[in-house]
């Protein structure tokens, strides 16, 4: 029997966590609510959260403050909830680890549909326009990719923690080794949508993932950049 999905919500404004408190167990989810960065790191040792909904407009501690101590608990997904003119904001959260992020106002469905994408993803469901490789390991350029246990080991064979997000994206990436793909190709099986003219997710998830690989942004070996066109993997790929 599948747990039922724990959520801990984290925004100061008291409607918006009992909209979405009451909200998503209607949906047959469990919530935690915290008012704000103080309050979360208080509720988070009582529980085993499988996703956090973070807005980055909190008093006292910010959003990026709860997102960079989240990361450093371990690889729990989180949505970010951000405003339209936090562009700047909304890019470093991505670079913390976030998985994905929804600008206020939203529609509770669409962030329903949003955690619901990236639970899957963080369980090795699928749902994202990948699919899972009957390999039992891939392997690239040195790394090696075990796709039954979701993690990354380098060339010495020491494991790398991925969040959820950057695990997608590799694994898109390998599945589609030597193919240019661009941005708007890689938004849409990531996230299911296009990405907008200033969406600079991919970009920023690339990066994460390049020094990841260590592979120098500079002057990358492993993924590349193709000018006007998007991004490619290059190396052989082997499985087995």
């Not at 890019?91 to 992020?101: F, S, T």
């Not at 963080?122 to 350029?141: D, L, M, Q, T, Y």
């Amino acid at each position: 029997m599948e747990p039922v999905p724990h959520i801990m919500v984290v925004d100061d404004d008291r409607e918006i966590r009992d909209l979405l408190s009451k909200f998503l167990e209607r949906q047959g989810m469990r919530v935690t609510a915290a008012r704000d960065a103080k309050e979360a790191r208080k509720l988070w040792p009582l529980g085993r959260y499988h996703l956090v909904v973070l807005d980055l407009m909190l008093p006292g501690e910010s959003g990026l403050d709860v997102a960079r101590w989240i990361r450093g608990q371990g690889d729990t997904p989180i949505v970010m909830l951000t405003a339209m003119a936090e562009e700047t904001d909304r890019i470093v959260g991505l670079e913390l680890g976030a998985d994905d992020y929804l600008g206020k106002p939203f529609n509770p469905r669409e962030l329903l549909a949003r955690i619901r994408a990236v639970l899957r993803r963080a369980s090795g469901e699928g749902g994202s326009g990948v699919k899972e490789p009957p390999a039992k390991v891939i392997r690239f350029g040195g790394w090696q990719l075990e796709p039954s246990r979701r993690r990354l080991l380098n060339p010495d064979g020491v494991e790398v923690p991925l969040t959820g997000g950057e695990y997608e994206l590799l694994q898109v990436m390998v599945e589609r080794a030597n193919r240019v793909l661009t941005r708007d190709m890689l938004m849409d099986l990531l996230r299911g949508r296009q990405a907008g003219p200033f969406d600079r997710a991919i970009d920023v998830a690339v990066s994460r993932l390049r020094r990841k690989l260590e592979d120098d942004g500079r002057n990358p070996s492993l993924i590349k950049t193709v000018r006007g066109g998007g991004y490619v993997l290059a190396a052989t790929v082997e499985k087995g």
